[in-house]
């Protein structure tokens, strides 16, 4: 298996609503991040996981929260997000913290907050 | 840290013609620079990608080129085709824990038939 797979593919939320993104790869790749994209925008790094524990958490609001349960799996839990969240929520994978290594990108959540 | 700029930021060309796209980054430090190519509602996909210690790189009709020295980078592609229109973002990454890439802010390549 070659492919980085997101679920949902689309997701409307309001205000006060929790969902939670998912992110699974079974390539072995041991570094995973979530980056978010707006419209003609390049992707903006959110959150680095390396070996399963946070690495690199880019300023972040808290009501974004990250979780990797185990090497193949990364999730983004959503709580009390903005409208100005709506955009393009992006999984990536890499081989191996600590090397440069080539990014390999999921087809993305499209999230749209009411 | 590092800063990446990407020019131009849009770019029209008609079929059979080439496309060269334009990096420059500002951490010297960086020295692995990915070009991911993204089409209309699609994930981002690598398309070719260079290492510092080679200055240049090929994959039939795309290439890369790199200067250290001056700290740019360029994208060519060769012979363009209509599918080859999408949005190209070009990155720099330094080797740490957790590889932190910097994108350009991208470049739209339309390819007229």
């Known amino acids: 298996d070659t492919e980085v797979t997101q679920t949902p593919k689309h997701l409307v939320m309001g205000m006060t609503n929790k969902k939670s993104l998912k992110c699974e790869q079974h390539?072995?790749?041991?570094?995973m991040y979530w980056y978010k994209q707006k419209a003609k925008k390049p992707p903006e790094l959110m959150f680095v996981y390396s070996y399963e524990k946070l690495s690199i958490n880019e300023s972040v609001p808290s009501r974004f929260s990250p979780e990797c349960p185990n090497s193949s799996l990364l999730n983004l839990h959503l709580h009390a997000l903005q409208p100005e969240d709506s955009a393009l929520y992006l999984c990536a994978s890499s081989q191996a913290p600590g090397h440069t290594d080539t990014q390999y990108f999921g087809p993305g959540t499209r999230l749209t907050v009411l | 840290g590092e800063n990446v700029e990407q020019h131009p930021s849009t770019l029209s060309v008609q079929e059979g013609d080439s496309a060269v796209i334009k990096c420059t980054y500002s951490d010297s430090a960086s020295n692995y620079f990915p070009w991911y190519k993204q089409e209309l509602g699609k994930r981002p996909q690598l398309i070719i990608d260079i290492r510092s210690n080679v200055g240049e790189k090929k994959d039939q009709r795309i290439a890369v080129t790199l200067n250290k020295t001056a700290k740019h980078f360029s994208l060519h592609i060769t012979e363009t085709q209509p599918e080859d229109s999408a949005v190209y973002f070009c990155a720099a990454s330094l080797d740490n824990y957790g590889q932190n890439f910097v994108f350009g802010p991208g470049t739209r390549l339309s390819v007229l038939p």
């Open positions: 390539m072995g790749h041991r570094a």
